[in-house]
Nanobody
Framework: QVQLVESGGGLVQAGGSLNLSCATS????????MGWFRQAPGKERDFVAGINWNGGSTDYAVSVKGRFTISRNHAKSTVYLQMNSLKPEDTGVYYC??????????????????WGQGTQVTVSS
C-alpha cells in the first residue's frame, strides 16, 4: 500500500520561505509522477506543481511559477517543494499526491491515485 507523509509546513511572514517534504513508502517511487496541491478554506484543491518520474519534466501553476521549485530524491523516495517569496494567498493545506502509471503530469486532482494527509502553510502579511 502506497503511503505519503508530508512535513515542513508552518507559519511564515510574507516574503519568507518554506521547504515541504513528502516521504513515500510501499510502492515503486521511481515510477510515480508526483504532484503538490493546496486547498484554502472553502475552496477547491488546486494544482501547485508536478514532476514526472525521472525529474526531467516539471509543471507549475502560473501563480507560483518562478517562486516555487519541485524536486525529487529517489534514494530517499521523497519529493520536495521549495517555496520562496511567499504571499498571504499561498496560505492553505498543502497535499502531495502520487499518479501512476503514466509519465504525464496531470493537473486534475481526480487523476491522482494516492494522497498524503496534508500540512498547513500559513503566510502572514
Amino acid at each position: 500500500q502506497v503511503q505519503l507523509v508530508e512535513s515542513g509546513g508552518g507559519l511564515v511572514q510574507a516574503g519568507g520561505s518554506l521547504n515541504l517534504s513528502c516521504a513515500t513508502s510501499g510502492g515503486y517511487f521511481a515510477s510515480f509522477t508526483m504532484g503538490w496541491f493546496r486547498q484554502a478554506p472553502g475552496k477547491e484543491r488546486d494544482f501547485v506543481a508536478g514532476i514526472n518520474w525521472n525529474g526531467g519534466s516539471t509543471d507549475y501553476a502560473v501563480s507560483v511559477k518562478g517562486r516555487f521549485t519541485i524536486s525529487r530524491n529517489h534514494a530517499k523516495s521523497t519529493v520536495y517543494l521549495q517555496m520562496n517569496s511567499l504571499k498571504p494567498e499561498d496560505t492553505g493545506v498543502y497535499y502531495c499526491a502520487a499518479y501512476f502509471p503514466g509519465s504525464q503530469i496531470p493537473r486534475s486532482a481526480a487523476e491522482y491515485n494516492r494522497w498524503g494527509q496534508g500540512t498547513q502553510v500559513t503566510v502572514s502579511s
